[in-house]
């Protein structure tokens, strides 16, 4: 690809990685080659023939051991328009055969002479696991409570091309920080590009000793709403009662929902982000949702492009032949 | 087995039993110590074993192993984990009852101490379950488990969560004058955790199991042994404020002993980084504040001994995924290595503590009466070459597990040779 070998000269820096499993591993130079990567595929989405050649004759696996619609077509597509051949396998731990190990599965796979494993797991830790084991690139689609990169990526893109900047922001991610990958990678991602992160949820959604890792903690959502140049919203998810995390979602809505009076009271460009998918009514309100602040189907957009970087720097330079 | 006379000649005697600590010959006549002197002088018909440079310690006893047989003999069996425990310098090892079928009758637990006499490298001393199939609903038949042969009785692994029936069995266990042993953990609390809760979990984004989760059950068990007055002995302590609980608890005169790992002295959870399941174990390897207290709390006796909770798992299931795979380190064939390093190296302990924590403490502790460099003490002793630097490499475990944290460690203190009965049941250099 031209547009991405401009973008890596620009850099002045070479992808060295077999796999992308987390943003902790990545310094900030890595960082920003995967956005300036992504920068230059982002077009291609926009052209009407929507496809470049730039992984004609690499196979992509899709193997996602836990549900998932818009992250899985997120990589699918982005594979297609990079002309790679792409297949889905989506197995439950239950669809494994008894006895039959993840890493079985794994070898399976290589043995099919796959270039890329893209591995969403419940479980922390699976692809770094699975890479270990394998000469196939793995590109983490999101591990347990661990780490989503693509997201984080994603966020940092949309970030980046809304404020021009992300050095010396301010960002707020609000929610389950305990349980979310998301927020983690964020956090990785946002700390080392040098804007400032506050979480803000209950302490029970809280983990332990986050403080260490460079965030800013508060309870209180009106202190994290204030002054923030973006705000990250984080789905709650409903199991999390039975845990007695939250006493009920309606409490969590009252306390800790981003609403329209809430909304008042931030900055008026502020931005308003989500992974997905959102819970509408209990950690954002419709109106919030879909209005002017949101740039949520904006971080959907940049999704391919990141995965399309992501994709393509891990399968290495074009060989000279091609 | 033939029964000869063997001279133990140059050594350094380092046995707390006696109070010995210095040059001496020992003589070993028919599987018993028969003399203890400066210098003895070869005879005719006397082997010899040259114990130049070395310390010679009385055998280790192990308090905590699984054996894994009846039931899960790919982990590791009577013969494998005997092998492994007399390279590792034990002449003795207690294994848990968590087999298949538990170990709560006396059929599983006479099979068990059998089976270990017909391997005859040490003495297998089975831990009998404390609830019928480790269920934590009713109590065994505590005579015949003793009658059987067992030192203590437990449902490791599996802690005993209702208060009444922990109340009953101390109350009830009195009657043989032998110890409970508890691993103390809420459940309800540790809820699943995989790790030690702290900046690692979270930044692994694994569930911790809170230090806690320990310390609350501690505490509890130490409320119901002092007011029961029977013996509670606390499996594998791990965090700081459980060393202070006990500590406080044997100042009161409450009937508890207890134990630490070599990998809770030795590790903190800085070893799971990287998603190490090697380095997954229960309960979790927590902070360099908690390893620090152990120490102190082994230093000064209120950790009676070391235990190594040598708990074999297949390759395939310690390969798997963090959270999939099981929790267990092997520990018998590096165990007085590790002990060395970070206890003798450092200058936390000396030998002779050393020796008391690994052999002594224990074997009191269960009850055998046969370890301790006394004349006429039957001859179990373990002889150490405190200088020999090696590297843990776990191919070459007797132990059918070859999974170690400690692969590739730099350690220094080995187990040279291992006397049982008068004879030579281990030479390092044969």
């Known amino acids: 690809m031209a547009e991405a070998a401009v973008a890596r000269e620009a850099q002045g820096l070479q992808w060295t990685k077999k796999d992308l499993l987390g943003l902790e591993d990545?310094?900030?130079?890595?960082?920003?080659?995967?956005?300036?990567?992504?920068?230059?595929?982002?077009?291609?989405?926009?052209?009407?023939?929507?496809?470049?050649?730039?992984?004609?004759?690499?196979?992509?696996?899709?193997?996602?051991?836990?549900?998932?619609?818009?992250?899985?077509?997120?990589?699918?597509?982005?594979?297609?328009?990079?002309?790679?051949?792409?297949?889905?396998?989506?197995?439950?731990?239950?669809?494994?055969?008894?006895?039959?190990?993840?890493?079985?599965?794994?070898?399976?796979?290589?043995?099919?002479?796959?270039?890329v494993l893209i591995i969403r797991h419940a479980a922390a830790g699976v692809p770094h696991t699975i890479a270990r084991q394998t000469n196939a690139s793995v590109i983490n689609a999101?591990?347990?409570?661990?780490?989503?990169?693509?997201?984080?990526?994603?966020?940092?893109?949309?970030?980046?091309?809304?404020?021009?900047?992300?050095?010396?922001?301010?960002?707020?991610?609000?929610?389950?920080?305990?349980?979310?990958?998301?927020?983690?990678?964020?956090?990785?991602?946002?700390?080392?590009?040098?804007?400032?992160?506050?979480?803000?949820?209950p302490p029970t959604l809280m983990p332990s000793h986050i403080e260490d890792l460079g965030a800013r903690v508060t309870w209180d959502v009106a202190e994290a709403i204030t002054d923030a140049d973006v705000l990250m919203l984080l789905r709650i998810q409903h199991e999390r009662q039975e845990a007695a995390l939250v006493p009920s979602l309606r409490e969590y809505r009252l306390r800790y929902g981003l609403d329209e009076a809430r909304l008042r009271s931030a900055k008026p460009d502020v931005l308003v982000m989500h992974p997905g998918p959102i819970n509408r009514g209990v950690e954002l309100d419709s109106y919030v949702a879909d209005g002017p602040n949101s740039v949520i189907l904006d971080q959907v957009t940049n999704g391919v492009a990141v995965r399309m970087a992501a994709l393509f720097l891990v399968s290495g330079p074009p060989k000279v032949e091609e | 087995m033939s029964e000869g006379k063997l001279l133990i000649s140059g050594g350094t005697v380092v046995d707390p039993s006696t109070k010995r600590?210095?040059?001496?010959?020992?003589?070993?006549?028919?599987?018993?110590?028969?003399?203890?002197?400066?210098?003895?002088?070869?005879?005719?018909?006397?082997?010899?074993?040259?114990?130049?440079?070395?310390?010679?310690?009385?055998?280790?006893?192990?308090?905590?192993?699984?054996?894994?047989?009846?039931?899960?003999?790919?982990?590791?069996?009577?013969?494998?984990?005997?092998?492994?425990?007399?390279?590792?310098g034990f002449t003795a090892a207690c294994p848990m009852p968590n087999t298949s079928p538990v170990m709560d009758h006396r059929g599983a637990v006479e099979w068990v101490r059998q089976e270990g006499q017909r391997v005859g490298l040490i003495d297998v001393r089975p831990i009998g379950a404390l609830t019928r199939g480790q269920q934590g609903e009713e109590l065994t038949d505590f005579g015949e488990l003793f009658e059987a042969g067992c030192i203590a009785l437990s449902d490791d692994g599996k802690p005993l969560l209702s208060s009444l029936l922990m109340r009953r069995a101390l109350e009830y266990a009195k009657v043989f004058g032998r110890p409970v042993i508890q691993h103390s953990e809420d459940t309800c609390l540790s809820a699943g955790g995989v790790m030690h809760e702290g900046l690692v979990s979270t930044t692994l984004g694994l569930r911790g199991a809170p230090s806690e989760s320990e310390t609350v059950m501690v505490a509890r068990d130490l409320a119901l042994a002092e007011r029961t007055g029977g013996w509670l002995h606390v499996a594998h302590l791990s965090t700081a404020r459980s060393v202070e609980l006990i500590r406080q608890a044997k100042q009161r005169g409450v009937h508890v002993t207890c134990e630490v790992t070599p990998h809770h002295l030795a590790l903190t959870d800085e070893a799971v980084r990287g998603f190490n399941t090697l380095a997954k174990v229960n309960p979790p390897l927590r902070t360099e504040q908690d390893r620090l207290a152990l120490i102190e709390g082994l230093k000064d006796g209120t950790i009676d001994c070391i235990a190594t909770d040598h708990a074999p798992h297949t390759a395939w299931e310690k390969d798997a995924d963090f959270d999939a795979a099981p929790f267990g380190i092997v520990g018998l064939e590096t165990a007085l290595g590790v002990c060395a390093t970070a206890l003798i190296g450092p200058k936390h302990l000396t030998w002779s503590q050393l020796a008391d924590r690994m052999a002594i403490a224990p074997a009191r502790i269960a009850g055998l009466k046969d370890h301790g460099l006394a004349v006429s003490q039957p001859a179990n002793l373990t002889i150490v070459d405190p200088a020999a630097a090696w590297t843990v490499d776990p191919a070459s475990f007797?132990?059918?597990?070859?999974?170690?944290?400690?692969?590739?460690?730099?350690?220094?203190?080995?187990?040279?040779?291992?006397i049982r009965h008068g004879l030579v049941a281990w030479d390092a250099s044969a």
Do not use: Y
């Open chain 2, 21 to 88: 600590e210095g040059r001496a010959d020992v003589l070993i006549e028919d599987g018993k110590i028969t003399d203890i002197q400066p210098s003895i002088a070869a005879r005719n018909g006397l082997r010899r074993f040259d114990a130049s440079g070395k310390l010679v310690m009385p055998g280790f006893v192990d308090l905590h192993v699984h054996f894994r047989q009846p039931g899960r003999e790919d982990k590791e069996t009577v013969e494998t984990g005997s092998h492994a425990a007399i390279r590792g």
């Open chain 2, 398 to 418: 007797a132990s059918r597990s070859k999974r170690s944290p400690f692969a590739g460690h730099r350690l220094t203190g080995k187990v040279a040779a291992v």
């Open chain 1, 142 to 201: 999101g591990d347990g409570a661990h780490e989503h990169p693509t997201q984080a990526l994603l966020d940092l893109l949309t970030i980046q091309r809304q404020k021009g900047r992300i050095e010396g922001l301010k960002v707020s991610i609000i929610g389950d920080i305990a349980h979310s990958r998301v927020a983690r990678s964020d956090l990785w991602g946002l700390t080392k590009l040098g804007a400032c992160v506050t979480l803000c949820g």
């Open chain 1, 26 to 115: 990545l310094s900030a130079e890595e960082i920003r080659l995967v956005l300036a990567t992504a920068e230059s595929f982002r077009e291609i989405s926009l052209r009407p023939i929507k496809k470049v050649p730039a992984l004609r004759g690499k196979t992509v696996v899709n193997l996602f051991f836990e549900p998932s619609t818009r992250t899985r077509t997120s990589f699918e597509l982005a594979a297609k328009r990079l002309s790679a051949d792409m297949i889905n396998i989506t197995a439950s731990a239950s669809s494994l055969t008894k006895g039959e190990t993840i890493l079985d599965m794994v070898r399976n796979l290589e043995a099919l002479k796959v270039d």
